[in-house]
T-cell receptor
Framework: GENVEQHPSTLSVQEGDSAVIKCTYSDSASNYFPWYKQELGKGPQLIID?????GEKKDQRIAVTLNKTAKHFSLHITETQPEDSAVYFCAAPSTSGTYKYIFGTGTRLKVLA | GAGVSQSPSNKVTEKGKDVELRCDPISGHTALYWYRQRLGQGLEFLIYFQGNSAPDKSGLPSDRFSAERTGESVSTLTIQRTQQEDSAVYLC???????????FGPGTRLTVL
């Protein structure tokens, strides 16, 4: 069945350094890959997404890259700040007759001041 | 504009009781999702509704769980005969269409004693 694996589960970086989180997916027909940020006590919020017709998308300090051949996509955060500390989730839609989303297990990012 | 709202924000119940959780999606959003998030864990898909199509109930963990949606408006998730393992945050999300950004509510924290 469909599966999304996310690594690492925890990540600590010094303020100003970069952070990279990687997800792999199994459904080759998936065509939309969002990244969500969840702060404590809140629902997840979309920070960036990419569709399968492009290989990279950037929004200020955040970028997402997609490798369809290898079936993985990554979140890149540059010049990290303490407010980037949160849990990040990747997701991919299941397209085998349904449109539910499969979420990764999450990465807890800590940016150390 | 108004986002996704959920009520109650917190619910404490005794084992064996029934509970009903409510989700008000963003107006005009045709897709609505329910997820369960146990403490420190990822998002577990429960069910989604899309317009007037039959809902995808493939994620409901047992027949104690059920959900309804009236047209493209409010949805209720009902858990009958609650068990301690049902304790979690239940998140609702809506989307203007399939394969698009999901907008999450703040969640309902359910505690079963």
């Amino acid at each position: 069945g469909e599966n999304v694996e996310q690594h690492p589960s925890t990540l600590s970086v010094q303020e100003g350094d970069s952070a990279v989180i990687k997800c792999t997916y199994s459904d080759s027909a998936s065509n939309y890959f969002p990244w969500y940020k969840q702060e404590l006590g809140k629902g997840p919020q979309l920070i960036i997404d990419i569709r399968s017709n492009v290989g990279e998308k950037k929004d200020q300090r955040i970028a997402v890259t997609l490798n369809k051949t290898a079936k993985h996509f990554s979140l890149h955060i540059t010049e990290t700040q303490p407010e980037d500390s949160a849990v990040y989730f990747c997701a991919a839609p299941s397209t085998s007759g349904t449109y539910k989303y499969i979420f990764g297990t999450g990465t807890r990012l800590k940016v150390l001041a | 504009g108004a986002g996704v709202s959920q009520s109650p924000s917190n619910k404490v119940t005794e084992k064996g009781k029934d509970v009903e959780l409510r989700c008000d999606p963003i107006s005009g959003h045709t897709a609505l999702y329910w997820y369960r998030q146990r403490l420190g864990q990822g998002l577990e898909f429960l069910i989604y509704f899309q317009g007037n199509s039959a809902p995808d109930k493939s994620g409901l963990p047992s027949d104690r769980f059920s959900a309804e949606r009236t047209g493209e408006s409010v949805s209720t998730l009902t858990i009958q005969r609650t068990q301690q393992e049902d304790s979690a945050v239940y998140l609702c999300a809506s989307s203007p269409q399939l394969i698009n950004e999901q907008f999450f509510g703040p969640g309902t924290r359910l505690t079963v004693l």
